[in-house]
């Protein structure tokens, strides 16, 4: 069996031992759970509060500002460091410093936008 034949063995094993584990995970599932649906069950139930009072409530729109911004650091985070690891490997070259060129620079039309809502300031 050559190289290559042998890897894609490994991976349609490694598949079907995943598919095989979820198929009886989910069987295993169905025969141990309980099934009584009683009304406290029913409930809507969320981040661990009771719903209390009407169905309408109206949600702070400024952590969306928040969760925004960790987007924008942690993927800058997840990119550069690994990048900058390998920076002195000489087979990068010009061209991955361009890509990363454009890459903070997408950042930082992120942050310019992020800065322009008002996002950044300390105080409200």
Known sequence: MSADV???LVVAVVGIA???LFGVAMV????LAPVSANPVRL????SGVDP??????????RYLGFAFLYVIFAVDAVYLFPW???LRDADLGA??????????AVLLVGLVHAARR???????
Do not use: C, D, K, N
Not at 28 to 31: C, D, I, K, L
Not at 97 to 104: C, K, T
């Open 28 to 31: 295993m599932r169905r025969m």
């Open 118 to 124: 008002g996002l950044l300031r300390w105080l409200p």
């Open 18 to 20: 995943g598919l095989l």
């Open 52 to 61: 209390v009072g009407s169905h309408w409530a109206q949600t702070q729109v």
């Open 43 to 46: 409930t809507t139930y969320e």
């Open 95 to 104: 061209a991955s410093l361009a890509e990363m060129g454009i890459f903070i």
């Open 84 to 86: 900058a690891t390998v």
């Open 6 to 8: 042998a890897g894609y």
